[in-house]
């Protein structure tokens, strides 16, 4: 991790101890970072400059690690980026004097705005010298780009990006920028390129979030280390720092809460001062699909497990603390109404779905013991039929509006299907086994028909019961089982990953690929006869966090009603751009190319026969090294729905894909541990 070492000269002349981290100086360290595919080398560069951050200014290493990971806020403040390319093209021609036209022509040479931007700010004349860019005040003017709305939006916008786009420098004379051109290599410090790719919503570093969460933890036991006036840590302390950061990452997602209390109790005190708190959102736990029930007795063989139902609609954590709990809770937190009671529903990307949901949170108090004091709860919300009693199919779910939904207003009324708890009164509990947290649940919590009910189980192993259970699950319209481990340390919550501890055993996918895939809709091909005021085909990708890129797996034309299509057309057609996106990888033979290209936004779900290899497709097409360059790709792809409640690169992961193609092909019976799914 230690190969990339400081010379001895300060690498950041123009920064005193004390002072504001100059942007300039992250952008050198980005460049460095482009210029490199390497992982050691990408991590060391990154955690080299947070250990300069900890060093000279360690108040501003909360916005550094912001603007490293292109996000700036926790997910559940709700600040979206991804500013639309047109928007982006106005404020980049405004600011540096050129025509839009001619940074549409740029842009359609180039290919990226961020390159887009540096070009015309070199060929800017600079009158006077502006005053330098800090860390700071780049989180702060985006923080306004990202935040303003209501009237006249759009022109606060630009006049935003304006503003930080004028004070940057096309190219900073740091190291990596000698003898660049801007517009064609990689490197190149430019302030303005790295803006401009931050508001696009992709710093396009290799710059995974999870490295950032590494070198970070390197750096600050690095830093302690070094104050005490020791040499360099070992590996083991730099790894045990790793593991303390990743544990209460994975509990606390919030920056804004661990670096403050990182920097203030040292790394290795973080456990005790930063651990699950009601008001803010973890990553959920996900599960592994599987193509049968022998291969859950085969995983699961000598263990005890349980296997649920698995409802159909919407993935919910409701976060309670109630007024008289004895237990305080920081005000500070976005979602918190004040020092005591709260109770807010977060979706499965913690977004606050406290809006959509208003009938949930005024009966919750009905369905809690007198003792409940606090609770963190992990649930299904499912639309449900009052006068058959029974659970409706998904659909049904999607017709509820998902903001300020009035409880009068509501037609389609839910009931909560309860099926964890990660916290119980003042204490985190997802260390206990899932057997210890069931209990709590039924202690918690009292059943109301039709309201909240305990997810229906079966704690069995034998074949014949279980394939019982889940032809009952699906008669009572549950998509099929969840099987969980349920005693031994196995059997913890693991938030944020996909675990081989749950296994999803859906119905209709016995013996086929084992799951439905979430795709990115990247292009689309209008459509022919009836179908050409529409598209009638549209070209799909899955999400490689590793470099992070959209890599395409099908063309899809199936599964389509006439009147979606009519609704996806209309949705769609707003956010089509000129040119894909530099970070979308797909065949370039001309033939091969949709109509038009897309912003990545829109995830679908989508079923397919098998996966098969074509050269058409790029999903996961280096994993398997194949020579020809050819990828993964679904076979007869059929659309089921559309997932909002996903996030472009929430979408199927490429790693995902290719555990699927080798299951399938009898590749690898990989038996790794779980992977990390949320980064
Ligand atoms: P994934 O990212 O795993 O593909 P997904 O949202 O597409 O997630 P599925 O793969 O269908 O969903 O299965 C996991 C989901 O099933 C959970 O996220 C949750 O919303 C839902 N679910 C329903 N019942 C249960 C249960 N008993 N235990 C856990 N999850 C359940």
Redesign the pocket.
């Known amino acids: 991790q230690l190969t990339l070492k400081s010379s001895g000269k300060d690498p950041y002349p123009d920064w005193k101890p004390g002072e504001p981290v100059p942007y300039a100086a992250l952008c050198t360290t980005f460049s460095l970072i482009e210029m490199t595919t390497k992982r050691l080398v990408i991590s060391s560069h990154c955690s080299l400059f947070l250990r300069q951050v900890l060093r000279l200014t360690p108040q501003d290493l909360l916005p550094t690690v912001q603007l490293m990971i292109n996000k700036l806020a926790a997910d559940y403040a709700g600040i979206e980026l991804g500013i639309g390319e047109s928007l982006i093209m106005k404020a980049i021609g405004e600011s540096t004097g050129r025509s839009l036209q001619i940074i549409k022509a740029d842009q359609n040479e180039i290919g990226d705005l961020g390159l887009v931007a540096a070009k015309s700010r070199s060929n800017q004349p600079t009158m006077f010298k502006p005053k330098p860019l800090t860390v700071r005040g780049v989180l702060d003017g985006l923080m306004g780009i990202a935040t303003v709305s209501g009237d006249g939006s759009q022109g606060r916008k630009i006049a935003g990006i304006k503003k930080l786009l004028s004070a940057a420098d096309a190219v900073h004379a740091g190291k990596g920028s000698k003898g660049i051109d801007i517009t064609k290599d990689k490197g190149g410090a430019s302030e303005a390129k790295f803006i401009i790719r931050f508001l696009e919503g992709k710093l396009r570093l290799g710059l995974a979030e999870k490295t950032v969460l590494v070198a970070l933890a390197h750096a600050m036991v690095i830093h302690e280390t070094e104050k005490k006036g020791n040499k360099l840590p070992s590996s083991e302390k730099l790894a045990e720092g790793e593991a303390v950061l990743k544990t209460v990452y994975s509990e606390l997602p919030s920056y804004e809460v661990i670096i403050p209390a990182m920097v203030q109790h040292g790394i290795f005190n973080l456990r005790e001062n930063c651990k699950l708190q009601p008001g803010v959102p973890l990553k ?4 592994k ?1 599987t193509k049968s029930i022998t291969e859950v007795l085969d995983r699961f063989e000598g263990k005890n497990f349980t296997c ?8 919910a954590q409701i976060h309670y603390v109630a007024e008289d709990s004895p237990q305080q809770y920081p005000s500070s937190l976005p979602t918190g109404k004040g020092a005591k009671g709260l109770s807010a529903i977060f979706s ?1 990307n913690s977004e606050d779905l406290s809006k959509k949901y208003p009938d949930i949170l005024a009966k919750l108090p009905t369905w809690i013991k007198p003792e409940t004091k606090s609770f963190v709860l ?1 649930c ?1 919300t499912v639309a449900w039929d009052l006068v058959e009693k029974k659970v409706l199919p998904f659909q049904q779910l999607m017709t509820r509006k998902r903001k300020d939904v009035k409880a009068d207003d509501i037609t389609v009324k839910v009931c909560v ?1 309860a ?2 708890m990660l916290f119980y009164n003042g204490e985190s509990i997802v260390q206990k086994s899932l057997r210890e947290r069931r209990d709590l649940l039924h202690e918690a919590f009292s059943e109301i028909e039709g309201e909240f009910t305990f ?1 229906q ?1 079966g704690d069995t192993s034998d074949l014949e019961e279980i394939q019982t259970l889940l032809d009952e699950s699906v008669k009572a319209s ?2 099929g089982l ?1 099987v ?1 481990m349920l005693d031994t340390n196995e059997s913890g919550y693991e938030p944020s990953k ?1 675990s081989r501890n ?1 296994l ?1 055993v ?1 119905k209709d996918y016995l013996s086929g690929i084992g ?2 895939l ?1 795709l990115v809709v990247l292009g689309a091909y209008y459509g022919r006869g009836k179908r050409t005021s529409v598209y009638g085909a549209f070209l799909l990708a899955c999400y490689n966090s590793a470099n992070e890129t959209y890599e395409t797996v099908c063309n899809i034309g199936t599964g389509f009603s006439e009147a979606i299509l009519e609704e996806l057309h209309s949705k769609l057609k707003d956010h089509t751009i000129e040119k894909p996106k530099p970070f979308y990888s797909h065949s370039n033979v001309p033939k091969d190319q949709p109509d038009v290209w897309f912003e990545p936004r829109f995830v679908w ?1 989508v079923k397919t026969a098998d996966l098969t290899l074509s050269p058409r497709y790029k999903a996961g097409a280096a994993a398997l090294g194949d020579s020809s360059g050819k990828g993964i790709s679904l076979r007869f792809p059929r659309f089921i729905k559309e ?1 909002d ?2 996030k472009a690169d ?1 979408a ?1 992961g490429s790693r995902q894909v290719v555990e699927m193609y080798q299951k399938q092909e009898g590749v690898s019976k990989s038996k790794g541990p779980s992977v990390d ?1 949320d980064f």
Not at 284 to 287: D, I, N
């Open positions: 959920p736990m996900l599960a699909p649920e139902y698995k409802y159909d609609g919407e993935r499965r992990d299904e299907f099926f964890d997810a189980h549950c998509e969840m969980k996909r749950w999803k859906k799951d439905s979430d779900e997932r409640d996903k929430e199927t799914d």
